[in-house]
């Protein structure tokens, strides 16, 4: 019986495709890249025919290397797919790209931005999508199209993301799912369907949209001209998979109400899994589908965690050839005590989503003084970074603004998973547990979460795991470490120093851009 599992993520830089066994082990893996066009400012856009290329070279190249340990392409059971969110590829009616991909990073689409806020409402559409307006999503994208390039508009048949065009190169099929859906700004997040009252008033076409389908729904099967190309059987069924944050979210092992996870790469999100969408009355967080299609994803994400420390570690390497300073600057700040010696450090170097909503606000050392040297500095880059997390946890943990005296938090969460290149850090998983006052479990993957997440949800779909409940097994928590009862209550003093910090420099912020640049 076919067993192996293969999932595509494509991601901003590259297709990142993984053969996995049914016991979640990597049989192979590779990475095939393309670029990102940034034609003018604010602008960024991919070809998908360079997805195109990517996948069908990354398959025939893991078929290769499957072949070489004894498989064959009638062992896959099943293809599934993940990509990055809330862009906006059009197609003809053949599926034939009309116009370059524009993605996620993309924020042309300010003007556009305004007429949803003017004629749907903040709040509105903030409780019927539970995501805020911005032009990040592909709502204020694709009305750009419509107004700047009408006929690319009336030629398109379907509006698809990333991974929605990989499934059907594969299957010939054009669908979504709910996951990637609830990013584009038109779903009705609760009643998982296409918003069509929001839609028309926007004037978009609700039939350009594809049809929905939980993320585990097998829409076809590989095409014959697929499987030239790529080498799978054709036959084999493909399963339309989620986006990216959603598949990470299975891929962390959060697949139950009350998991958290926590993210620390060059940005950095923290997410609870929920069986209803947490609605913030100050709309500090948003929502996305979960892969199950009975859960929600409540998250908040910030713009620089391990890039604050890339920026400071670039700082102090004069030479870009020499060897990087991580390791050294790691243990420079062990040694420092926590609080870094009275320094706090404003992580907002690319102004900042959750939970301000400030593109003004900007990077800061606050009391800084002649004994400071690396350690202190490096420690409190580390530190700012989880004080700001911690400010989207509280949002996600505690009963919103308003509520009843005494509301239990939304879930007691007492632990959180750990996933990302910041969690290599003893000292940083340590002061996460410290500023959080919670447990956070380091999670061991044999891929990429997104890949793992991808992986499931194409198991799930042709039978090979019953639920979303083996991602816990297949993503199991290695170590864990807990808070310090002293050094969390160092850290709550220093909490609200940090917030009171950015609030006293908002002003300097907004008159310092408003400067000349």
Known sequence: MPSLILAHDLGTTGNKATLFAADGSVV????????????????????????????????????????????????????????HMNG???????????????????????????????????????????????????????????????????????????????????????????SDASLTLLLDLAGRRWAEALIAALGLDVAKLPPLYPSAQVIGQVTAQAAAASGLRA?????????????????????????????????????????????????????????????????????????????FERLLRCDRDADPLYAALDAEAASVAPGASGLLFLPYLLGERSPLWNPQARGAFIGLAMPHGRGELARAVLEGVAFNLRSILDVLRHPPAGSPPGQQPLYPVETIRLIGGGGKSALWRQILADVYGLAVGQVDLPANATALGAAIAGGVGVGLYPDYGVAQALAPVVRVDRPDPATQARYAALYTLFQEGYTALTPIFARLSALPQ
């Open 28 to 83: 192979a893996s590779t990475f095939a890249s393309y670029d990102t066009v940034y034609a003018q400012p604010n602008w960024a856009e991919q070809n998908p025919a360079d997805w195109q290329t990517a996948l069908f070279d990354a398959t025939r190249w893991l078929m290769a290397a499957a072949a070489e340990g004894g498989h064959s392409a009638g062992d896959v059971a099943v293809v599934s797919f993940s990509g």
């Open 235 to 311: 036959g084999t069924p493909v399963v339309i998979g989620g986006g990216d944050g959603a598949c990470a979210t299975v891929g962390a092992g959060a697949a139950r109400p009350g998991d958290a996870y926590n993210y620390i790469g060059s940005s950095s999100w923290v997410a609870l899994t929920t069986a209803q969408p947490v609605l913030d009355p100050a709309r500090r967080t948003f929502n996305l589908a979960h892969l199950d299609p009975q859960l929600n994803v409540a998250l908040g994400a910030m713009q620089t965690a391990g890039g604050a420390f890339d920026w």
């Open 88 to 178: 906006a590829l059009l197609v003809d009616a053949a599926g034939a790209p009309l116009r370059p991909a524009i993605i996620w990073a993309d924020q042309r689409a300010a003007a556009q931005t305004e007429m949803i806020r003017a004629r749907c409402g903040e709040d509105e559409v903030y409780q019927l999508t539970g995501s805020r307006i911005s032009p990040a999503y592909t709502a204020a994208k694709l009305l750009w199209i419509k107004q700047e390039e009408p006929e690319i508009y009336r030629r398109a048949r379907w509006v698809l993301q990333a991974k929605d065009y990989a499934a059907f190169l594969f299957s010939g099929v054009a669908a979504t799912d709910y």
